[in-house]
């Protein structure tokens, strides 16, 4: 049986690797950070199937132990401070654990056993102000937040321990992935859960800053499968996974009010709150290689990600 560690696997993208993982035949070793109340929402229908274990992306030793003592195969990093707003609160703690962290965990992978297949989760923030439209795996970066600058850095060294060392490390550059388990602070997940409010009565308003930010979104579900699929190749390399389409934060809540027989204009409040010191206008990708090098698919179109959303914030708040 091979074995896989994934570190954040609290985390949405976590909690559907591992269930794709188990369904391969893995076993699956989680790592979480020590926290003062339980986290395992998203897992807890996993518990039995899997192991949870301590560890955390700024302390070396950690990091070693597992390796030493769970010998994995395949090492998936999904580990990060991934909200772009906290990364302006947080700056350092934002390099230290989604910049560092991966050179933590490589150092930890070369002195263990260097043959183990790496996955680093890179972000499409890292094109920020777009210098190409579509961005592709040779696009320059030019990254608009301290989050974005953090994974310019977790690639570039994911690409130099490749080059260095000749280890199996691959970056996949994920554009914008959703699902029910996104994080309420996101904005589909902010637009769904409040919709929902709004539809049971709950509140009267949405409150969002830049609506005309452009993203290309698609269904976290079908993203973990090609974080798998590029550690099954013959060669590490990286990969742009994306839907090709774009869409703005207005047309994510138009159509998402629609869904419930709302008009968004009633309800939705702009506020200068939630405007970022820099924004990344435009993001839409070409997923062209991974399409033919992985033969990864979508499965699920923009429209059906925000109705499921939707659906599943609407079944979930009117049982409260
Ligand atoms: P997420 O829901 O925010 O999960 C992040 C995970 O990292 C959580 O399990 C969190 O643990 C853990 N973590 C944070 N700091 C840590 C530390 N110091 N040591 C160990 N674990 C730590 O993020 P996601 O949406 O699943 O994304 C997964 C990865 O893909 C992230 O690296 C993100 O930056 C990247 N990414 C995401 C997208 C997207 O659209 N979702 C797109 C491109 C790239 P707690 O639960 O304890 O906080
Ligand atoms: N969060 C949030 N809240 N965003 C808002 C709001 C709001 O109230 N109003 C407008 N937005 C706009 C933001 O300004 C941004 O342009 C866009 O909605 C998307 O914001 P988020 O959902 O917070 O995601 P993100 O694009 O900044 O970052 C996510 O995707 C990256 C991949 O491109 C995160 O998952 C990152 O970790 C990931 O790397």
């Not at 934002?94 to 043959?115: C, H, M, Q, S, W």
């Not at 850095?153 to 199996?168: D, K, L, P």
């Not at 204009?265 to 839409?284: C, G, H, M, S």
Request: glycine share 6%; charged share 25%; net charge negative.
């Amino acid at each position: 049986m091979s074995t896989a560690i994934i570190t954040g696997i609290t985390g949405q993208d976590g909690s559907y690797l591992a269930e794709l993982l188990l369904k391969k035949g893995y076993q699956v070793i989680g790592v979480a950070r020590r926290s003062s109340t339980v986290n395992n929402e998203r897992i807890k229908h996993l518990l039995d199937d899997i192991t949870v274990v301590q560890g955390d992306l700024q302390d070396q030793g950690s990091l070693l132990a597992l390796l030493e003592e769970y010998k994995p195969t395949e090492v998936y990093n999904l580990a990060a401070q991934s909200f772009v707003p906290t990364s302006w609160n947080q700056p350092a703690l934002t390099g230290d654990v989604t910049a560092l962290g991966v050179t933590r965990l490589l150092e930890a992978i070369r002195f263990v056993n260097p043959k183990i297949r790496f996955y680093q989760a890179s972000s499409s923030e890292m094109f920020g102000k777009v210098l190409e439209v579509p961005q592709k795996e040779d696009t320059p970066f030019y990254p608009r937040s301290p989050y974005g600058v953090a994974k310019v850095y977790g690639h570039w060294i994911t690409v130099n321990y490749r080059e260095s060392f000749n280890m199996f490390t691959t970056s996949g550059i994920l554009f914008n992935h959703e699902s029910p388990r996104r994080g309420l602070e996101f904005v589909t997940r902010k637009i769904a859960d409040t919709v929902a409010r709004i539809k049971l009565g709950k509140t009267n308003e949405l409150r969002l800053g830049n609506l005309e930010a452009q993203r290309d979104w698609g269904f976290a579900g079908d993203y973990v499968r090609a974080m798998w699929l590029m550690l099954q190749q013959d060669h590490p390399d990286n990969y742009v996974i994306g839907t090709g389409e774009t869409h703005s934060v207005r047309e994510f809540c138009e159509i998402a009010f629609a869904h419930v027989d709302l008009d968004y204009k009633e309800f939705v409040v702009q506020d200068e709150k939630f405007y970022r010191p820099a924004e990344v206008d435009l993001l839409i990708s070409d997923p062209s290689k991974a399409r033919t090098a992985l033969k990864w698919e979508l499965t699920v179109s923009f429209k059906e990600l925000v109705r499921m959303m939707v659906d599943a914030d609407l079944e979930r708040r009117s049982k409260e």
